[in-house]
């Protein structure tokens, strides 16, 4: 089958510098007893396969060394323990890795079925962004209905589905963009105060928004320079919620606010979790989300779909943080209707 694979970063690159990609051929994976194996249609793409690639995020023990957190295709194997699935079954399901192939294993906890109003594109760009969303805004941060809620990055496929989930838990949503177009975008999914970091202060805006309380709850990637702004914007209770760090991990901070306003700063990884952990995440957004995607509410949005031999464009594409929605491969010509 075939794979993309990436070198190893090469000491002395320039930071950042993304080792080159390639399309091998391997043998296919065999499902362990409580996996099974997809023929993959579509693979999400996520910045923490940039990360992989550059050798900062690896895998799980025991887990595919390739890129690709989320799929959509079709089961064709099944592991001697599996209930529940049939092999011909289509579904969209979370993996440890391996995703930018043509076949992947993964625990059988971790599939989703498809709704019969979505398509396999739509599928594949669920699982990662929706599962981290609900750990993060829904289970760590406890976002409650009529509660302020600053998402940043609000045109990030993290973002989108963010601002959907919030509205839909009734929230008053916050969000940061960097252009005029994404904040249309981020407007049209719901966000009630978009502000264009480039040409506003984020944090003067939310103090002036909210008469000077600040908001509940902060969804956070950036990191660096934005984690004692976040602290400063929260208001009294509020809680802090850290996903990823684009702009570094480390700050000089005045914690007092912590203390003073009795703030909680908090944060997870979704890939280093346990199967049995991710299997419950899987089981409680069926019961959830998935009832709202077949009544065609809380959609993904696609902003690019590129075939799996151009990964190089897809990376540079995220990256470059032009996109509005998700960004997508395209495996399997075949399945991919």
């Known amino acids: 089958m075939r794979v993309v694979a990436h ?16 399309i091998v051929t391997i043998d296919p994976p065999a499902p362990k007893p409580d996996q099974v194996l997809i023929q993959v249609a579509y693979a999400g793409v996520n910045r923490p396969d940039l990360l992989q690639r550059k050798g900062s995020y690896p895998p799980p023990a025991g887990a595919s060394p390739y890129m690709g957190l989320e799929v959509s295709g ?6 001697s323990n599996v209930d529940g699935w049939k092999v011909g079954q289509k579904v969209c399901a979370l993996t440890p890795g391996g995703g930018y192939a043509e076949q992947v294993v993964t625990h059988a906890g971790h599939c ?43 045109s990030s496929g993290i973002g989108v589905t963010a601002i959907q989930i919030a509205k839909w838990l009734g929230a008053t949503v916050f969000t940061t963009v960097g252009s005029a177009e994404k904040a249309a975008a981020c407007k049209q999914l ?3 105060v978009v502000i264009n970091y480039k040409t506003e202060d984020w944090a003067t805006v939310v103090k002036e928004k909210t008469q000077n309380q600040g908001v509940n709850v902060v969804l956070d990637m950036v990191g660096g320079p934005y984690i004692e702004k976040n602290l400063r914007s929260l208001a009294l209770e509020g809680r802090l919620v850290q996903i990823a760090f684009l702009m570094g991990s480390r700050a000089e901070i005045d914690w007092t606010p912590l203390m003073i306003r009795r703030l909680t700063y908090t944060g997870s990884t979704l890939r280093a979790r346990s199967d049995e952990e991710k299997s419950r995440l ?23 779909v590129f075939p799996l031999s151009e990964v190089d464009r897809a990376h540079a594409l995220m990256e470059s943080s032009a996109h509005v929605g998700k960004i997508m491969l395209k495996v399997n010509d075949e399945l991919s209707q």
């Open 7 to 22: 070198d190893s970063p090469t000491p002395g690159a320039a930071a950042g510098s993304l080792p080159a990609v390639r």
């Open 112 to 154: 989703f079925p498809i709704p019969d109003n979505l398509s396999m594109l739509q599928a594949a760009a669920l699982p990662e962004t929706t599962l981290t969303v609900w750990a993060n805004l829904v289970e760590r941060a406890r976002l409650r209905s009529g509660e302020t809620v600053l998402i940043h990055g609000g």
């Open 282 to 304: 899987v089981s409680t957004l069926r019961t959830s989300v998935w009832p709202e995607l077949a009544a065609g509410r809380l959609l993904p949005l696609i902003h690019s």
């Open 74 to 79: 079709t089961i064709i194997g099944l592991g």
């Open 190 to 192: 719901g966000a009630d």
